[in-house]
């Protein structure tokens, strides 16, 4: 069985830090390029990074760029963002992805984890 499931996500105050980690399981992401997305309330989800396989090229948002750094341990099959500087606009479900193309868009990915909230404030 097919799976992608995030945690690591929470509270936390405008500045802080946050790890996101996401373990696959069912498939080998060695061969997937995979993505972190977000959205929030009343907004669209949104491609927040990526990375290629097996290049490991990598992808930022232009709102997140400087700030968060995605990468991936093929021996745990895991992909994490860490994401520094947290602001209050960063307050979003973040979702992990994995698909054949490290795009920004999210029909580019054909695994999808259920999400983890993220909340920045005060």
């Known amino acids: 069985q097919v799976q992608f499931v995030e945690s690591g996500g929470g509270l936390v105050q405008p500045g802080g830090s946050l790890t996101l980690s996401c373990a696959a399981s069912g498939f080998t992401l060695d061969y997937y390029a995979t993505g972190w997305f977000r959205q929030a309330p009343g907004k669209e989800r949104e491609g927040v990074s990526a990375i290629s396989s097996p290049e490991g090229n990598t992808y930022y948002g232009d709102s997140v760029k400087g700030r968060f750094t995605i990468s991936k341990d093929n021996a745990k099959n895991a992909v994490y963002l860490q994401m520094n500087s947290l602001k209050p606009e960063d307050t979003a479900v973040y979702y992990c992805?994995?698909?054949?193309?490290?795009?920004?868009?999210?029909?580019?990915?054909?695994?999808w984890g259920r999400g983890t909230q993220v909340t920045v404030s005060s």
């Open positions: 992805a994995a698909g054949w193309v490290a795009g920004s868009r999210d029909n580019q990915y054909n695994y």
